[in-house]
């Protein structure tokens, strides 16, 4: 009996060290050939377009490769120049208003410091100096060692500002290197995709076939689902956001609109980044009317997303609600917002996994089962 336990013990341990080296020869494999994992990744989502016009146009398939990375990469810059070109009108808008909007702030500041801050700055003055000299001293070691902090954390953020400039610009030749390694490979491996298809297939044993197969079928539904969720939620808080700015009359509204919608794909705070500095402004310029109405909308906006994200990309995906409420979670207190998107994306691999029967053939190697 001792040696059954003692051979799956072993088997154990073989399952773990596979995983294991598995994970960090595919961490270190990614790490040197990005641009071409990059490159299969959109090969795979224009594929069936590429199909399409293979099929219906009789394109040759480099043709309805090329065709399709043209009008992909078309879209991508016409959209890039569409958000510039709203920019800088927005931009010249906001220079025709923040001077007037600047001076009002001042005249708050300025209001609030004679009204506020320097009646209460002539009561603490009065409380310190009744002080005794032991606890006037006390207070000024903590006011210096909290100013020396300050400006320590201050002089430290700078210099990280400073030393990723150089980075950041050095990085600009190897984005551009990435960028044309991607476009080149893209166009290789869709152009031979069911060749290199039929090539896996071949490489591959028959047990590998079937629950590889799977696992790419679960995970490319999960995938469009998922890119259809994100979709979704993004249109619906851009439907709301344009609505509630309409209400509010706000000047170039559909924009803002727009905008917020992208910076929504950031988890929770994507819309915060516009939302919470606006709210600020407002109501420090006075405007505590406006403030207010964009804080109920960017409550809304916020309820209505923890509201329909669970349901919406259970639905799309295919995930129990529960269990991707759970995924969200869990991924967000392991990786933070990233997480976000790591939790439901592991919980789709899980379900891929067990589907393929993957989990089963494991527990049978290990427990000394045959496989069927």
């Known amino acids: 009996?001792?040696?059954?336990?003692?051979?799956?013990?072993?088997?154990?341990?073989?399952?773990?060290?596979?995983?294991?080296?598995g994970a960090a020869a595919a961490y270190y494999a990614a790490t040197l050939t990005y641009p071409f994992i990059i490159a299969f990744f959109i090969a795979f989502?224009?594929?069936?377009?590429?199909?399409?016009?293979?099929?219906?146009?009789?394109?040759?398939?480099?043709?309805?490769?090329?065709a399709t990375l043209i009008v992909l990469f078309a879209a991508v810059a016409g959209l890039v120049t569409l958000l510039i070109a709203e920019i800088v009108s927005g931009t010249q808008y906001l220079a025709n208003v923040v001077p007037e909007k600047f001076q009002a702030l001042v005249a708050y500041i300025e209001s609030f410091a004679a009204n506020?801050?320097?009646?209460?700055?002539?009561?603490?003055?009065?409380?310190?100096?009744?002080?005794?000299?032991?606890?006037?001293?006390?207070?000024?070691?903590?006011i210096q060692a909290v100013g020396t902090q300050i400006a320590t954390t201050v002089g430290e953020f700078i210099?990280?500002?400073?030393?990723?400039?150089?980075?950041?610009?050095?990085?600009?030749?190897?984005?551009?290197?990435?960028?044309?390694?991607?476009?080149?490979?893209?166009?290789f491996i869709s152009k031979d995709w069911h060749r290199l298809m039929r090539m896996a297939q071949?490489?591959?044993?028959?047990?590998?076939?079937?629950?590889?197969?799977?696992?790419?079928?679960?995970l490319k539904r999960a995938l469009f689902g998922f890119i259809k969720a994100q979709a979704t939620l993004i249109s619906i808080t851009t439907v709301i956001v344009l609505i509630g700015l309409?209400?509010?009359?706000?000047?170039?509204?559909?924009?803002?609109?727009?905008?917020?919608?992208?910076?929504?794909?950031?988890?929770?705070?994507g819309t915060g980044i516009v939302f919470v500095p606006w709210i600020i402004y407002a109501a420090i310029s006075g405007d505590i009317p406006f403030a207010i109405g964009l804080g109920v909308l960017y409550i809304v906006v916020l309820v209505q997303r923890q509201i329909m994200e669970p349901k919406v990309l259970s639905s799309s995906i295919g995930l129990d609600p529960?269990?991707?409420?759970?995924?969200?979670?869990?991924?967000?207190?392991?990786?933070g917002f990233l997480g976000l998107i790591a939790g439901p994306v592991a919980l789709v691999i899980i379900r891929a996994l067990h589907?393929?029967?993957?989990?089963?053939d494991i527990w049978r190697f290990i427990v000394g089962r045959p496989t069927l």
Request: aromatic residues 12%; glycine residues 2%; charged residues 15%.
């Open 246 to 269: 309409l209400i509010l009359r706000v000047d170039y509204a559909i924009t803002i609109a727009l905008i917020i919608g992208f910076v929504d794909i950031l988890p929770y705070l």
């Open 202 to 218: 071949r490489w591959l044993p028959a047990k590998a076939r079937t629950s590889g197969k799977t696992v790419f079928l679960d």
């Open 355 to 360: 589907s393929a029967n993957v989990f089963r």
């Open 45 to 66: 989502l224009i594929n069936p377009v590429v199909d399409l016009l293979e099929r219906k146009v009789k394109m040759p398939r480099w043709l309805a490769v090329s």
């Open 159 to 187: 210099q990280r500002v400073l030393q990723n400039i150089p980075q950041l610009i050095a990085w600009l030749p190897n984005a551009a290197t990435v960028f044309i390694f991607s476009l080149l490979a893209t166009f």
């Open 116 to 142: 506020q801050l320097i009646p209460l700055y002539q009561d603490l003055a009065v409380l310190f100096k009744s002080l005794n000299a032991d606890q006037q001293d006390t207070i000024m070691q903590n």
């Open 322 to 335: 529960l269990a991707t409420l759970i995924a969200l979670f869990v991924g967000f207190k392991l990786l």
């Open 1 to 21: 009996m001792s040696r059954i336990y003692v051979d799956r013990f072993l088997r154990f341990l073989i399952v773990i060290a596979i995983v294991a080296f």
